[in-house]
C-alpha cells in the first residue's frame, strides 16, 4: 500500500507511522527525520534547511523534491511506503505525480490547534536515537532518558512556543489545501485524531481496511 499521512505538526504523524508500517510491513519515509538526520551530520543539505526548520517555515520545495525522489528510488519502497509529512505543499504533491508515483490512501490526521501545542510543547526526543515521548501523554520510564537507549531527552528547536504557533499557520496556509487537493482526486481518508494514541490507531486501521 502506498500512504500519505496528512495533517497539522504535532496531529501524530509520527506515532502512527510506527504503527501502521509494522502493521503493513513498509518503510515509513519522513522527511522532518531525514532533514534532522542531515542537520546532526552537518550535511550541506542540513545546513541550508536548519534556519528554515529551527524557525519554523517549510524547507524549499526543490530540496524536499530531491530527497523523496531519492529515497523511493529505493529497493525497500518496492511494495509500498508510508510518507509521514510530505507532500506539505500542492507543488511537492504535483512533484509527486509527475514522478508517476500511484498513491492508494492519503489519510488526514485531524486534530484542534489547541490540542496540538499541548502534544508539541509536551513532546521530548532522543537526542541519540530520534525516539519520541511525551512528559504527560507517553513518559520515558526514567526522567530524561530514552527507554531504548539511554539518551538523553531534549525539547525539539521548533517545539519552543513561538515556533510552534507559526509551524500551525504555516500548515493552515500551506498545507491544508492539499485535503481538497486529495479528495478531489477520491483518495482522501479523514480520522479523527484528537483522542488517545490507540484510539487513532484503531479508526486509521478501520478506515484503512487492515
Ligand atoms: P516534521 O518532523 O515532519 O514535523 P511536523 O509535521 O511538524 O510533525 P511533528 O513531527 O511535529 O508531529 P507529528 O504529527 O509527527 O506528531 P508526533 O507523532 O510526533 O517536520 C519538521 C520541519 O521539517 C518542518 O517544520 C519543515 O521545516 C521541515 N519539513 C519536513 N518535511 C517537509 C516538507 N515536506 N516540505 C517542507 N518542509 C518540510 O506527536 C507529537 C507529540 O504528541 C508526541 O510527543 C507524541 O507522543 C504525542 N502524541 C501523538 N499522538 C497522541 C495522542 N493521540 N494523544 C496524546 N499524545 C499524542
Ligand atoms: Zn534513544
Same mark, same amino acid.
Given at each position: 500500500m502506498k500512504l500519505i499521512l496528512l495533517g497539522a505538526p504535532g496531529a501524530g504523524k509520527g506515532t502512527q507511522a510506527e504503527v501502521v508500517c509494522e502493521k503493513l510491513a513498509i518503510p515509513a519515509i519522513s522527511t522532518g527525520n531525514i532533514l534532522r538526520e542531515a542537520m546532526k551530520n552537518e550535511t550541506e543539505m542540513g545546513v541550508k534547511a536548519k534556519a528554515y526548520i529551527d524557525s519554523g517555515a517549510l524547507v524549499p520545495d526543490d530540496? %524536499?523534491?530531491?530527497? %523523496?525522489?531519492?529515497?523511493?528510488?529505493?529497493d525497500d519502497c518496492k511494495n509500498g511506503f508510508i510518507l509521514d509529512g510530505v507532500p506539505r505543499t500542492v507543488a511537492q504533491a504535483e512533484a509527486l505525480e509527475a514522478m508517476g508515483i500511484e498513491i492508494d490512501k492519503v489519510v488526514d490526521i485531524e486534530v484542534s490547534d489547541e490540542t496540538i501545542v499541548k502534544r508539541l510543547s509536551g513532546r521530548r526526543v532522543c537526542s541519540a536515537c530520534g525516539a519520541s515521548y511525551h512528559t504527560i501523554y507517553k513518559p520515558s520510564a526514567?526522567?530524561?532518558e530514552c527507554d531504548r537507549c539511554g539518551g538523553s531527552l531534549i525539547v525539539r528547536k521548533d517545539d519552543e512556543p513561538s515556533t510552534i504557533l507559526e509551524r500551525l499557520k504555516v500548515y493552515h496556509e500551506l498545507t491544508e489545501p492539499l485535503v481538497d487537493f486529495y479528495r478531489a482526486r477520491g483518495k482522501l481518508v479523514v480520522v479523527e485524531g484528537q483522542e488517545e494514541v490507540a484510539d487513532t490507531t484503531k479508526l486509521l486501521f478501520e478506515k484503512l481496511g487492515v
Open positions: 530540496v %524536499i523534491i530531491s530527497i %523523496i525522489k531519492e529515497r523511493l528510488a529505493q526514567k526522567p530524561d
